[in-house]
C-alpha cells in the first residue's frame, strides 16, 4: 500500500499549480482519498479536501471555489488543482486514504499516508 504525491513546486502569487497523487495496493474504487497541507509552523494538518469513492467531493473553506479535486479511476490517481494561489497557501501538501472515511477532514480518520509535496507560492 503506498501513497505518492507529485506536482509540488514554486509559484507566484495568482498562478497555479496542480498536485497528483498516485494510490497502489488499493482496491481504488473502494478508498477515499483526502488532501492535508502542514503549513511552516504549524503543528497540525489541515484538511483541504476530499474525494470519496461515490466520487463526492469536499472542500475546506480556506480553498473553496479555487481548488478543484479529481479522480483518474484507471491511472489510479487522484489531481487537485489549485488555482489563484497565496502565499497562504505555502505547506507541505499530502494525501491520504483510507475505507469509509466519516469526517473527511481528520487527520487519525486515515490510515495511509504519502511523503508529502512541497507547494510554495511567493509574493
Known amino acids: 500500500v503506498q501513497l505518492v504525491e507529485s506536482g509540488g513546486g514554486l509559484v507566484q502569487a495568482g498562478g497555479s499549480l496542480t498536485l497528483s497523487c498516485t494510490a497502489s495496493g488499493f482496491i481504488f474504487d473502494e478508498i477515499d482519498i483526502g488532501w492535508f497541507r502542514q503549513a511552516p509552523g504549524q503543528e497540525e494538518r489541515e484538511g483541504i479536501s476530499s474525494i470519496s469513492s461515490d466520487g463526492s467531493t469536499r472542500y475546506a473553506d480556506s480553498v473553496k471555489g479555487r481548488f478543484t479535486i479529481s479522480s483518474d479511476i484507471v491511472k489510479n490517481m487522484v489531481h487537485l488543482q489549485m488555482d489563484s494561489l497565496t502565499p497562504e497557501d505555502t505547506a507541505v501538501y499530502y494525501c491520504?486514504?483510507?475505507?469509509?472515511?466519516?469526517?473527511?477532514?481528520?487527520?487519525?480518520?486515515?490510515?495511509?499516508w504519502g511523503q508529502g509535496t512541497q507547494v510554495t507560492v511567493s509574493s
Open positions: 491520504a486514504a483510507d475505507r469509509k472515511i466519516v469526517n473527511w477532514n481528520r487527520v487519525d480518520e486515515y490510515d495511509y
